[in-house]
């Protein structure tokens, strides 16, 4: 069983900086792939970014392609999702996920998520 839990979320205007974490604890969570959804009132959770569990491979949705940067230290068995020029579409709850077969699809384990809110 693998725990995730987020950390870095708060309230920003819009155009600044925000940096999340996310701590695995428990598993094998660093053969894992790592991936950040996020939900906002009203709406579906919708995938992020997602990182291979070497860190070689990344994607991201459209709208944050060079906006955010996904990374991982293995050592400390943490995600990071460095979330720059943010806009008020961006405020939603942020939820770090693990996909145990690294198949970029399905993803077993779930964070408690973390509130991002930008403001214009």
């Known amino acids: 069983q693998v725990r995730l839990v987020e950390s870095g979320g708060g309230l920003v205007q819009a155009g600044g900086s925000l940096r999340l974490s996310c701590a695995a604890s428990g598993g094998t969570s660093s053969t894992y792939a790592l991936g950040w959804f996020r939900e906002a009132p009203g709406k579906e959770r919708e995938f992020v970014a997602v990182?291979?569990?070497?860190?070689?491979?990344?994607y991201y949705r459209d709208s944050v392609k060079g906006r955010f940067t996904i990374s991982r230290d293995n050592a400390k068995n943490t995600v990071y999702l460095q979330m720059n020029s943010l806009k008020p579409e961006d405020t939603a709850v942020y939820y770090c996920?693990?996909?145990?077969?690294?198949?970029?699809?399905?993803?077993?384990?779930w964070g408690q998520g973390t509130q991002v809110t930008v403001s214009s």
């Open positions: 996920a693990a996909d145990q077969d690294n198949d970029y699809h399905t993803y077993e384990f």
């Open positions: 990182i291979s569990w070497r860190g070689l491979t990344t």
